[in-house]
């Protein structure tokens, strides 16, 4: 139960369960749909700016837990960042899941963002983590099209 | 739930010729003793996680018994070379091998002629195919090509490339609630354009089981060839196609037992004469010349290159596993573990079943409210216990059942009561973590 408990934090079963920011923005800026294709998942990001800065992110779809929690905390963690932070700490999220496990990864620049790192014992979910962040990374991009984690 | 009778085919189908017959014991079994059956599988033996392997995922892939393992061993040991047209032993004897492996499959689903057995990679190259050498030669701009809700896309995809080509129509036979396929949508679909009915035989995802028979003998009435997919029946059911009526049946080898790589298509000799040949190279030529190749007879015609030798033979032994255990014992017990599964499950109002049809294979899916397939693998996986989550190749029937996933657990012969007790205790754990 223990490597358990690593993956599913209270936190991310809070998120998992009650996301926040789980709506659509009406004529949002911006907006990109992730897709996992190995568990079907789906989702719709939207993000509205103001100039230079982030000033709400929503979501909207269906995914497992991992993914509903990511997507959940990270609507939160954007809300007032500028786009070049955003981008930040998509990467160094994405180093804390993928990169090498013995380079301790930037705890206190990840903030909340940290209880994810649990996940990266099992490597067949850490792609659940990331989509909404590969999401999100299109979106602000402003590339078109669909983003999957394939 | 079908009958258990006892076996009384065993000495008949056994071949009795070749080495790899001398590995399984010819006793005829009376009733179906699954710890003698899981002897055979060394890999049961594995501890994953800390806890013995609970190997639920036989509708993806199954498991290889001693037996198949010791035939590829002794043919990469003992016999190997290229077959066909070797002069010396070594390769007289793999060719001997190989087509000995043919005949067992002839014998396995009784299709009438050796040359009607076409070895290929798989389900999905035979369906392939199919669309490809049927389609060019008979399916035209207007004509239909009639499918099912439940299929697996690999029964889905080729029939839209081919329609794409066309201008043919795909259109597809509804599913009710319990996922059962509806015969009456079936018999206002077909018409005089209908070309050809693509059915699977058991649904992967749902268990359901086709009334593959009928559905046959309609299609024919209206002049349609028939198609089914056996790629989930073959390790569960005896196989007649003879019986059904097909003109194709489709199965992989790594579904019963068998390597993985080789599959086969069945196809009448009648039809099969006609088809154009699908892919050119070695093998399927009689003459070659800039002028003009004339093609080799069945089953070559369709055999293109230097194929997977030694998984034909894994899969000839993998039929006489098969046949040593009686696939209607083996239909008997899974029918026991399916319904004792499926009364597990049912204990958890949390859970719901999605596939009830009345004739169903020992598979169930089934999703948990407001846990998601993926995570309730992830924490069975923690116990040793694998599951399959996710579409399993059926986009449209989850789509029809309104869930992005569903977790499975299907059932193998080597399968026991213990097992899904595990599993019980595991979605437990599931419902623990997320409540
Ligand atoms: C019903 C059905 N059809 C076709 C296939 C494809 O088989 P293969 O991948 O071996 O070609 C599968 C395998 O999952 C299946 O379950």
């Given at each position: 139960m223990s490597d358990l408990r690593d993956l599913y934090q209270e936190v991310i079963l809070d998120h998992g369960k009650n996301?926040?920011?789980?709506h659509r923005i009406e004529g949002a800026d911006r907006q990109a749909v992730g897709h996992n294709p190995l568990c079907g998942d789906k989702l719709t990001i939207f993000l509205q700016l103001e100039g230079d800065v982030v000033k709400e992110v929503s979501f909207q779809g269906e995914g497992c837990a991992i993914s509903t929690a990511s997507a959940s905390m990270m609507t939160q963690i954007l809300a007032g960042k500028t786009i070049q932070e955003a981008e930040k700490l998509f990467q160094l999220f994405h180093e804390m899941l993928t990169g090498d496990p013995s380079v301790e990864g930037d705890a206190e620049g990840l903030g909340k963002l940290v209880?994810?790192?649990?996940?990266?014992?099992?490597p067949v979910r850490v792609k659940c983590a990331t989509l909404p962040w590969h999401t999100i990374h299109s979106a602000l991009q402003n590339k078109d099209g669909a983003v999957t984690t394939e | 739930m079908k009958p258990v009778s006892p076996s009384t085919r065993n000495d008949d189908r056994l071949p009795g010729t070749g080495k790899q017959a001398d590995l399984v014991s010819r006793e005829p079994q009376q009733t179906f003793d699954v710890a003698r059956v899981r002897r055979d599988f060394p890999i049961l033996k594995t501890i994953i996680n800390g806890h013995p392997l609970t190997f639920l995922d036989s509708a993806a892939s199954a498991q290889k018994p001693s037996c198949v393992l010791e035939a590829l061993n002794v043919f990469y040991t003992g016999c190997y070379s290229n077959i066909h047209r070797g002069v010396y032993a070594l390769s007289e004897r793999a060719t001997a091998a190989y087509e000995e492996s043919r005949v067992k499959l002839r014998t396995l689903i009784n299709?009438?002629?050796?040359?009607?057995i076409i070895f290929l990679r798989g389900t999905t190259e035979a369906i392939n195919l199919v669309a490809n050498s049927f389609g060019q030669m008979a399916v035209g701009e207007g004509d239909e090509i009639l499918i099912s809700h439940m299929e697996h896309h690999s029964n889905i995809v080729p029939w839209q490339l081919l329609c794409e080509r066309t201008g043919a129509k795909l259109m597809v036979v509804p599913i009710d609630d319990d996922g059962e396929f509806i015969f009456e949508e079936y018999e206002k679909l077909l018409?005089?354009?209908?070309?050809l009915v693509a059915v699977t035989?058991?649904?992967?995802?749902?268990g359901t089981v086709n009334p593959v028979k009928e559905i046959t003998r309609r299609a024919h009435e209206e002049g349609a060839v028939v198609l089914i997919d056996g790629a989930q029946a073959i390790a569960h059911k005896k196989i007649d196609v003879r019986d059904i009526g097909c003109d194709f049946y489709a199965f992989s080898g790594h579904k019963m037992f068998g390597p993985t790589g080789v599959g086969v298509l069945y196809g009448r000799r009648e039809i099969l004469e006609k088809m154009p040949p699908w892919q050119g190279g070695g093998d399927m030529i009689r003459t070659v010349s800039f002028e003009g190749t004339t093609y080799a007879d069945?089953?070559?015609?369709?055999e293109a290159g230097t194929p997977d030798i030694a998984g034909g033979i894994g899969l000839g032994t993998a039929v006489d596993y098969l046949s040593h255990l009686d696939l209607d014992l083996v239909g008997g017990y899974e029918h026991e573990l399916l319904s004792y599964g499926e009364g597990l499950l049912g204990e958890f109002p949390e859970i719901r079943i999605i596939g009830r049809a009345k004739e169903k294979s020992a598979v169930i899916s089934f999703v948990i409210d407001g846990i998601h397939p993926h995570d309730i693998g992830t924490i069975l996986d923690k116990e040793g216990i694998a599951i399959r989550t996710g579409h399993h190749c059926t986009q449209p029937v989850m789509h029809r059942f309104g869930v992005p996933a569903t977790a499975r657990a299907s059932i193998a012969c080597y399968n026991t009561k213990e097992e899904l007790d595990r599993l019980a205790r595991g979605i437990r754990t599931v419902l623990e973590v997320f409540c």
């Open positions: 996301p926040r920011n789980f209880v994810f790192a649990g996940v990266r014992q099992f | 299709a009438k002629e050796t040359e009607e018409g005089p354009r209908t070309k035989h058991q649904s992967n995802s749902l069945l089953p070559h015609k369709f």
